[in-house]
């Protein structure tokens, strides 16, 4: 916020590629668990926790933080909390539900024709989602990626993991035998290339080795 503010401009985005800090993308899977109360002594943190997500959703796009939120239900039920927040959400992802109820719960407020449009999913469109992105009601499908494969393009790219002060230090990369990343031996005979560069057999991995392709 600091450097938007000496810059006078409104968003990370109006700063110089040089000036403009690392972008970050927050997610929030199972977001109902943050609003569930076991006791009423907890209903001060769940007090903190809906307020640091509603400040994230109304501010955090400018200054290059993304909020990307994931759940079952998002509901009324679960407070004013999760419908402030929810009302922040301005694109939506709807994937098959099993309720009309829960349908109306993500794009209700949006297109009641894309309501209708999610529980036309079926059982056998499976990746099928319909989405509400900048006024446009559409219909988009994923694709899988296996845990296997998140491994391995974790593994592929953990050297451009960025450094962040405030958040620590980033996790040292994992073995590549943890990552499922097979690592070709150096030829002793051939000199090695610099660190952080690949020879034409590969590509740098994440360890300084070669990803054999």
């Given at each position: ?192 290339p610099p660190d952080g560069m690949a ?15």
């Open positions: 916020m600091r450097s938007v503010s000496e810059a006078g401009v409104r968003s990370i985005w109006e700063l110089s590629d040089k000036a403009r800090p690392v972008p970050v993308i927050v997610l929030v899977d199972e977001v109902a668990e943050l609003y569930l109360m076991a006791s009423s002594a907890e209903k001060a943190e769940v007090g903190r926790v809906s307020t640091a997500l509603l400040r994230l959703a109304q501010l955090g796009a400018a200054l290059g933080v993304h909020l990307v939120v994931a759940g079952q239900r998002v509901g009324s039920d679960l407070g004013t909390g999760v419908t402030a927040l929810r009302a922040q959400l301005g694109r939506r992802v709807c994937h098959r539900v099993n309720d009309p109820a829960t349908a109306d719960m993500v794009l209700g407020d949006f297109s009641k024709d894309a309501v209708i449009a999610a529980q036309q999913i079926s059982h056998t469109q499976q990746g099928v989602t319909v989405t509400y992105v900048d006024g446009q009601v559409m219909r988009a499908r994923s694709f899988l990626v296996t845990p296997d494969q998140a491994r391995k393009s974790s593994g592929r790219y953990a050297h451009m993991t960025p450094v962040l002060p405030p958040l620590g230090d980033p996790p040292a990369p994992a073995m590549p035998e943890a990552l499922g990343v097979h690592l070709v031996k150096a030829d002793p005979m051939v000199d090695s020879d034409s057999g590969g590509e740098a991995g994440p360890i300084g080795g070669v990803i054999d392709r």
